[in-house]
């Protein structure tokens, strides 16, 4: 595995995830299928909670001013800390992670992208709800309203993310890795 | 034994599933809510519709059961002056015009035709002599006429229920256009609409068909026989997105829902 100093290396593969992680999320796409949790936990991962944490902001701040969906507005607060949550998930994941190929992780990628991404979702709703809430909706019918509408949509954004999570979170840190430290494990 | 790690993962995966399905619950309450509301809205306009429908089919049953009396004395009558049916008919047409105000006064068609009809038969009031080919004419046409009215009277009844939503443009062919979205009577004319958004003067031409409505003025604006500028009307095409010319009186043009309308005053022939 990778040391803790950064290293050119390191610099350089967070900048092209950050771009790679902008260039998908910008690309029109079907709604909340998208790639940027899985980017953002494994640089977690790899890179520790805070590096996570950051690189998940930043990748929503940019997103919430360019994404094809709109300028995300007040919810972009809520987007930037519900991905963050997913980078630093990423950096504590890491210190009860087990040896990368054994079945355990292999399932529990899948459960843990599904769970990181309701909360994700969660938090999201609620800034819709506050959202509502200033324009005059009682704040309790604006958080049901949110959370019940926003429903579709989240189980579009877990399935899609359990399976991302649990196809490509393995071979992307195996590869990572790789680049990182050169250690062939 | 369980793994407490197994454990915490199948945990984390039935608040998930919780999760979600909690929040489908609240989805499926909140749109069960929604459709009851809009059942209920639908449910009174159509209780609305279906007692007005009845309302109205009583006063015309009314109406039709005193011309059937005067028909049947018509008919059984052997003289050659009639004019002893005279009042009686000018007491069922007064009848006719307080049971139907509205609805005659909202249509100028139906305006004229029963002034016609009123005219006709105060004409006939004061001759001594009344012939069958005098009476016989004004005594079919009250029949037509209650058709039409209760016609439209049932169409305003569906318009006071339900609404449609058209544009309407008006070009005073001096770089003034106003636009308006107006939501009104299925139904209703071009005529209608005009007279709902602007201040109008019309002439009435009985024998001009279809539609009888000249347009005189629309607000303030009226013809230029010097410069030779009138006002016309068109309607959208969105199958070959252009305006296409009115070629019919504007009180007989039907609006259509999301339809888009323009007067323009300019001189024939310009585009």
């Not at chain 1, 992670?97 to 999201?124: H, K, Q, V, W």
Request: glycine letters at 8%; aromatic letters at 16%.
């Amino acid at each position: 595995m990778r040391n803790n100093n950064f290293n050119e290396a390191s610099i350089t593969l967070i900048s092209v995830l950050t771009a790679l992680c902008l260039a998908i999320q910008l690309t029109p796409r079907p709604p909340n299928v998208e790639f940027t949790s899985l980017f953002t936990f494994t640089v977690g991962f790899i890179f520790g909670s805070i590096v996570g944490g950051f690189f998940g902001g930043f990748v929503m701040f940019v997103n919430g001013f360019l994404s094809p969906w709109g300028f995300a507005g007040l919810n972009m607060p809520f987007q930037m800390a519900g991905m963050s949550l997913m980078g630093f998930a990423g950096g504590i994941y890491r210190k009860f992670a087990r040896e990368f190929a054994s079945s355990n992780f292999l399932m529990e990628a899948p459960i843990l992208g599904a769970f990181l991404t309701t909360l994700y979702d969660l938090i999201t709703n609620f800034g819709v709800a506050v959202l509502y809430y200033i324009t005059g909706t009682p704040f309790s019918l604006a958080l049901l309203t949110a959370l019940a509408y926003g429903t579709p949509f989240s189980i579009i954004h877990v399935l899609s993310n359990a399976a991302v999570f649990g196809t490509l979170f393995f071979p992307l840190i195996k590869s990572v890795n790789i680049l990182v430290d050169g250690d062939n494990k | 034994m369980i793994e407490k790690r197994a454990l915490i993962i199948a945990t984390l995966a039935t608040l998930v599933w919780a999760s979600i399905a909690t929040g489908f619950a609240a989805y499926y309450y909140l749109e069960m809510v929604r459709y009851q509301k809009e059942s209920n809205v639908n449910r009174q306009l159509l209780l609305g519709v279906a007692n007005g429908y009845k309302e109205a089919l009583g006063r015309q049953d009314l109406l039709l059961r005193d011309y059937n009396d005067l028909l049947g004395e018509y008919y059984m009558f052997t003289e050659e002056n009639y004019s002893i049916f005279v009042e009686k008919y000018v007491q069922l047409l007064s009848n006719l015009g307080n049971n139907y105000t509205a609805t005659i006064n909202g249509s100028p068609e139906l305006k004229e035709a029963y002034e016609n009809l009123m005219n006709a038969i105060q004409n006939l009031k004061g001759q001594n002599i009344v012939t069958k080919d005098e009476f016989e004419p004004l005594l079919m046409e009250f029949n037509r006429l209650l058709k039409s009215i209760v016609a439209k009277e049932l169409e305003n009844l569906i318009g006071e229920n339900t609404t449609i939503k058209v544009n309407l443009c008006i070009d005073y062919g001096n770089g003034t256009v106003r636009w308006y979205n107006v939501s009104t009577s299925p139904g209703a004319s071009l005529f209608e609409l005009t007279n709902q958004v602007a201040k109008i003067e019309y002439e009435y031409y009985q024998k001009m068909e279809p539609g009888h409505v000249l347009m005189k003025t629309i607000n303030g604006v009226a013809p230029s026989p010097a410069e030779g500028k009138y006002w016309f009307w068109y309607y959208w095409d969105e199958n070959s997105n252009q305006w296409v010319f009115g070629q019919v009186g504007c009180d007989a043009w039907t609006l259509r829902d999301n339809g888009t309308y323009r007067w323009i005053y300019k001189v024939w022939g310009d585009s």
